[in-house]
Each structure stands twice: as structure tokens, then as C-alpha cells.
């Protein structure tokens, strides 16, 4: 059970991570910096502090807690990311990260106990706390772009009044053993 829980972890992990790449290419540069108001995040924000908690929680995962002392979470939320490149690499960092971490759990530790902030978590709960938030922000990313794009934006899901021949299509098949991610993740695939 833990393999295939990790195994399935990981594929919805990466459809989040593939959701926020095709964002990022449907926006300019300068998208990635816009706000929404002085409160809000912009994509880059959000990428930054995703970079941030990734790092924090998935460093020595299984042996430090996930609030590391030298994460700085509030410059998380400032404007420091200053090009499209740089921020493509704290993105790609934070989830090489993650995935190193989840690559090295297997039956001997999948029963470990996790700490975050002092507060104990079993390993499947840690990983589907960060899930949740992950799919949170990006989320918020998805959002923006479309805020952005307009009537531009292409649809990373189903596009509006297509969801019939997206069953038909569905349906044509014989029931079938599968991720809900394999057809997403599939190479050269852009959604």
C-alpha cells in the first residue's frame, strides 16, 4: 500500500507541478510580476514561497522538522524574484527537492514520524498536508493566468462546453485501470 500511495502522490504532485509550467508559458515575463492590488502575490510571489516551504519541509525530511531555522517564510511574500530565469530555477529547485525527498521513502520508513512547527505527523500526512497547500497556490497561479490571458488563456482542464465530447470520449473506452494524471503526464503532452 505505501508504494502505491507514493506512486500516486507523486504523479498528482507532478500534474500540479506541469499545471504551473503551462501557465507560466501562456504568460509574458512581465505577467509574472503583476498584482492584483499591494496585498495581493504575483505569480512570482507564489512561486518564491513555494520555493521556500518546499525546501523547508522536504530538506532531510524524514529526520529534521519541516520549519527549518533558517527559512526566512516572510521575504517569501516580497518582490525579490527579479526575471523569469530566476524564478524557473527556485521553481525547479524546490521541486527536485521534493521529489528527492519522496523517492527516498520506502516500507522502512513510511511509518516514520514527521514533524512540522513540533507538531507530529505521520509520513502520509505530512505528504498530503503539502499536497494541499501545493495544489492551493497553484491554483492561485492558474487563476492569475487566466486573469491575465483572457480570452487567450487556454484551457489546462476541459474547456468550457466541451465537457460532453470530453465523456463521449471517456465513455468509448472499456473500464480501464489508470492515474487520472497518465494521459496529462504523457511526454509532449501540453495539457
Known sequence: MQTEYINSVKKQFAYYKKLGELTFGQVQEKDLFWK???????IAIIVNHLWGNMLSR???FLTEDGEKEWRERDLEFED???????????????????FNALDSLDET???????IRNQGH??????????????????????????????????????KGASKSYNDKKFSKEKHAAHFTDEYLKPGKDN
Open 58 to 60: 522536504w530538506t532531510n
Open 109 to 115: 520508513n513510511f511509518h516514520q514520524q514527521i514533524y
Open 36 to 42: 492584483y492590488n499591494g496585498e495581493s502575490n504575483s
Open 80 to 98: 525579490v524574484i527579479a526575471s523569469k530565469e530566476e524564478m524557473l530555477q527556485k521553481w525547479d529547485a524546490g521541486w527536485r527537492c521534493l
Open 122 to 159: 505521520s509520513v502520509m500526512e505530512a505528504i498530503n498536508r503539502q499536497l494541499a497547500h501545493y495544489s492551493y497556490h497553484i491554483g492561485q497561479i492558474v487563476f492569475l493566468g487566466t486573469l491575465l490571458k483572457g480570452a487567450e488563456w487556454k484551457s489546462l482542464s476541459i474547456p
